[in-house]
């Protein structure tokens, strides 16, 4: 009865961890249409915090699996493409804002 428990626990911080990245990708897809620097600033800045969430609630998640379920989940987009691939791509595309490159 325990392990079903844990299942459905899981199963829940799972869902919430992909609701986190979608709004992750909504927001920095908005900070790249966005013409005002403060405003792609805050942008970006709201993404990371869901990034943080989703880092953090992946923490629980492993340590709450079965130590035989252990191996590494890959989680699949929409797309088909495998998620940390899109989310290195997004990041790598993103680059610093123009205030941080152009210090003086």
């Known amino acids: 009865m325990q392990n079903k428990k844990n299942q459905t626990g899981v199963g829940q911080m799972i ?3 992909h609701k986190w990245r979608q709004k992750r990708k909504q927001y ?3 900070a790249r249409q966005t013409n005002d620097e ?3 600033e805050r942008l970006l800045q ?3 915090h869901y990034c943080r969430m989703v880092n953090e609630e992946q923490i629980k998640i492993d340590s709450q699996r ?3 379920d252990k191996t590494p989940v ?3 987009t929409e797309s088909g493409e495998n998620s940390d691939t899109v989310d290195t791509n ?3 595309e993103i680059g610093f804002p123009d205030f941080i490159t152009n210090l003086k």
């Open 38 to 40: 403060i405003e792609r």
């Open 74 to 76: 890959e989680e699949i």
């Open 90 to 92: 997004e990041e790598e």
């Open 15 to 17: 869902q919430r961890c």
């Open 28 to 30: 920095v897809d908005l």
């Open 66 to 68: 079965d130590p035989k």
């Open 46 to 48: 709201t993404a990371e």
